[in-house]
């Protein structure tokens, strides 16, 4: 049968998974919404202008049978002086010749750009889901985490792609995590403060800025935009447990943030990433009975760093956890190359969840 790619026929795209992953495998796709904005160049803040990025997919017959997306981080490339472009949303069928199809037009889109390589999953940045899952199939993953099957890097690695720069997702029972102890005392100057809908503007800027101090020595880390910071995390609201989440003041200044939600991924999957005339039902089920948890982010100032900070955050957030029912948390990827994020999940408890490697391809 004739295969044929389109290009930015968002339908065809977002059918992918459900048409070749089906219910058998732990894949989760974005809520159909949240895809398609991520996919318009008029309301994602990360795309400048409409050149930096498209998107294809592969039809079979009328069946939608692989997809990707191919773009420019311009100011990845700028501040780190690359010549690169990125692939995302890799989903595909376990057939070579789809595969290299798709992964042929994402590089005869950057090759005509005049890139020299291009480097995937980021979807679509380093601060979103990022990476190729190659071990853990079976294994359940958090909102914000990548998951496919295994031929995904089987498939990479046929078409010339190559595995670079590792990273691991884990798992910690909350009731089992070791707590250091630490508290951070009022009369040293620390307050706590949660992020709620009712201040949840201030305490996102306070959050980024932290982030982006905290982060700036981490690889591949480009500081967010307020702008691109809100797009991501803005509809956050939606699944807010103010219990969770909350950033460190430091005698009026922010030091600290923990960003943990609500797992959803249950969800996602019962509605199939769509809004319908079940999806009340199946929130209210899922607010009624939810037990895992994942943290998204956590940072501490650059300035305050070895100060036992970051351990009693997760002291906090761990308890916080228990006490409202929460039996499971997620943490979403740490590179093999941070050490000292590494060390705090042994600490903690955690167990590796999933393995995840980048892939890149000369051009």
Same mark, same amino acid.
């Given at each position: 049968?004739?295969?044929?790619?389109?290009?930015?026929?968002?339908?065809?795209?977002?059918?992918?998974?459900?048409?070749?992953?089906?219910?058998?495998?732990?894949? @989760?796709? !974005?809520?159909?919404?949240?895809?398609?904005?991520?996919?318009?160049?008029?309301?994602?803040?990360?795309?400048?202008?409409?050149?930096?990025?498209?998107?294809?997919?592969?039809?079979?017959?009328?069946?939608?049978?692989?997809?990707?997306?191919?773009?420019?981080?311009?100011?990845?490339?700028?501040?780190?002086?690359?010549?690169?472009?990125?692939?995302?949303?890799?989903?595909?069928?376990?057939?070579?010749?789809?595969?290299?199809?798709?992964?042929?037009?994402?590089?005869?889109?950057?090759?005509?750009?005049?890139?020299?390589?291009?480097?995937?999953?980021?979807?679509?940045?380093?601060? =979103?889901?990022?990476?190729?899952?190659?071990?853990?199939?079976?294994?359940?993953?958090?909102?914000?985490?990548? =998951?496919?099957?295994?031929?995904? !890097?089987?498939?990479?690695?046929?078409?010339?792609?190559?595995?670079?720069?590792?990273?691991?997702?884990?798992?910690?029972? @909350?009731?089992?995590?070791?707590?250091?102890?630490?508290?951070?005392?009022?009369?040293?100057?620390?307050?706590?403060?949660?992020?709620?809908?009712?201040?949840?503007?201030?305490?996102?800027?306070?959050?980024?800025?932290?982030?982006?101090?905290?982060?700036?020595?981490? !690889?591949?880390?480009?500081?967010?935009?307020?702008?691109?910071?809100?797009?991501?995390?803005?509809?956050?609201?939606?699944?807010?447990?103010?219990?969770?989440?909350? @950033?460190?003041?430091?005698?009026?200044?922010?030091?600290?943030?923990?960003?943990?939600?609500?797992?959803?991924?249950?969800?996602?999957?019962?509605?199939?990433?769509?809004?319908?005339?079940?999806?009340?039902?199946?929130?209210?089920?899922?607010?009624?009975?939810?037990?895992?948890?994942?943290?998204?982010?956590?940072?501490?100032?650059?300035?305050?760093?070895? =100060?036992?900070?970051?351990?009693?955050?997760?002291?906090?957030?761990?308890?916080?956890?228990?006490?409202?029912?929460?039996?499971?948390?997620?943490?979403?990827?740490?590179?093999? @190359?941070?050490?000292?994020?590494?060390?705090?999940?042994?600490?903690?408890?955690?167990?590796?969840?999933?393995?995840?490697?980048?892939?890149?391809?000369?051009?």
């Amino acid at each position: 049968m004739t295969l044929e790619i389109l290009e930015r026929d968002f339908d065809s795209f977002f059918a992918v998974p459900f048409n070749v992953y089906g219910r058998e495998t732990e894949y @989760v796709s !974005p809520l159909r919404g949240d895809l398609k904005k991520m996919l318009q160049r008029d309301l994602n803040p990360l795309f400048s202008k409409d050149d930096e990025f498209t998107y294809f997919s592969a039809r079979r017959a009328g069946q939608a049978c692989g997809r990707i997306v191919v773009h420019e981080h311009r100011a990845s490339n700028e501040l780190y002086g690359t010549k690169r472009a990125s692939f995302g949303f890799f989903d595909c069928e376990n057939d070579t010749t789809t595969a290299r199809l798709l992964l042929d037009a994402a590089k005869h889109w950057a090759r005509a750009r005049g890139f020299e390589e291009i480097v995937g999953n980021f979807n679509l940045t380093a601060m =979103q889901q990022c990476g190729i899952q190659i071990d853990g199939f079976s294994r359940c993953g958090y909102t914000d985490m990548v =998951q496919n099957p295994p031929h995904i !890097p089987k498939l990479l690695k046929a078409n010339g792609f190559a595995p670079y720069f590792p990273m691991t997702t884990f798992e910690l029972d @909350v009731p089992a995590a070791n707590r250091t102890g630490k508290v951070l005392a009022e009369a040293d100057g620390f307050t706590f403060a949660p992020v709620k809908k009712r201040a949840f503007a201030e305490r996102l800027e306070e959050a980024r800025i932290v982030l982006n101090d905290g982060f700036a020595s981490n !690889p591949m880390f480009v500081p967010l935009s307020a702008a691109e910071f809100d797009f991501q995390a803005g509809e956050m609201t939606a699944i807010l447990d103010p219990r969770l989440s909350s @950033v460190v003041h430091k005698n009026g200044d922010p030091v600290g943030v923990v960003i943990c939600i609500p797992d959803i991924n249950g969800f996602l999957k019962a509605t199939r990433s769509r809004i319908g005339l079940m999806t009340p039902f199946h929130f209210l089920r899922y607010r009624l009975n939810r037990k895992r948890a994942v943290i998204i982010f956590y940072s501490v100032s650059s300035s305050q760093h070895g =100060q036992g900070i970051m351990g009693a955050m997760l002291d906090r957030t761990l308890n916080a956890l228990q006490r409202a029912g929460y039996e499971k948390l997620g943490i979403t990827w740490i590179a093999d @190359v941070n050490p000292a994020s590494l060390r705090q999940m042994e600490k903690l408890g955690a167990e590796p969840l999933h393995k995840l490697h980048l892939f890149k391809a000369e051009i």
